[in-house]
């Protein structure tokens, strides 16, 4: 087999080591049932073990409060674009901050089922921006006001979510959840999907305080009502339960690496290695204003498309792949998630140190 690369990619993304060792020693047989995770019945005992085991280690993880409830669904964060909507906002209208394409497309799918306010739109700044509290204006009718924690595509990300002034505040935390610690209890309801940061595509976690799950609009497909997903435990049809599984993994991942604290410093880290060598040379133009910036997307472009491409391949190479960046943005981006080591990072800068000095113009 050919050896393990450093994944850069945006989503899905990199495993850790432990975590893929682990699903691979228990894939044929899982501690002695005789069968694979994927093949057991989602009302069995054994599953059902593996089903509670990971939602408990969320909430611990996470510091959830009890009056939150917790949804393993399908859809991914694009069906949660829509399941927020009908449930929460049912004809009414919402706040809608852009800083971003998934924020847009969260807007987007919500105007058809109720009234969009837009409280921020940064597409003239070309979303390098996350806005000051100063920038947000808020409709006073407004039920919720949603934001996307993390702009996977253009690399910028909310170092603190803005007061709402008393609304709900409604959170896309898809790239940044579980990277570090937040306050829970600011939210009235987050959603991810799990494949960026907390493991693999199928599943979408949502956290929602019990007092605002409720009767959904009439039109409602059943997989997408959260009293219906509250009734009966996320198990309403059968659930992605291997993804529920790997989830399970990867917070048992979290816990032995000590919790959220110690992967928020070692994000921190990682990141910084990075935008320190940005900030000290003038080959590379970093995308995301400075105050603005994320710590698991760091999005820059070469002098020019071609050099771009052949960072690309020439990265490859050496086993740093899929640094190529979005459409929306061009150039590149490396997106170095909860398991990208730090030596990883520190190969990408060796490698783009040793790129720009080749190809200076
Ligand atoms: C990837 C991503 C999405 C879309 O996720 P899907 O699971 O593919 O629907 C939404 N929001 C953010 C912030 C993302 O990074």
Known sequence: MKDRVFNFAAGPSML??????????????YQNTGMAVMEMSHRGKDYLKIFEEAK????RVMEIPEEYEVFFMHGGATGQFAAVALNLLKGDKAD?????NFSKKAAMEAMKYGQVHIAYDGKDNGYRHIPKQEELSFDEDS???HLCSNNTIFGTQWKTYPDVKGKILVGDLSSDILSRKIDVSRFGLIYAGAQKNIGIAGISVVI???DLIETPMAITPDILSYELMAKHDSMLNTPPTYPIYVL???????EKSGGLEAIESRNREKAKILYDY????????PHAEKDSRSLMNVTFTTPNEDLDKRFVSEAAERGLVSLKGHRLVGGLRASIYNAMPKDAVE???????GFAKENAL
């Open 143 to 145: 039920k919720y006001v």
């Open 248 to 254: 399970g993994k990867v917070l048992k991942w979290i």
């Open 347 to 353: 190969k990408l800068v060796e490698f783009m140190d």
């Open 96 to 100: 809608y901050i852009l800083t971003g």
């Open 56 to 59: 408990q280690r969320l909430y």
């Open 208 to 210: 929602i305080r019990k």
């Open 16 to 29: 850790a080591d432990e975590v893929l060792d682990e699903l691979y020693e228990e894939f044929y047989n």
């Open 278 to 285: 940005l900030d000290t040379q003038s080959f590379y133009k």
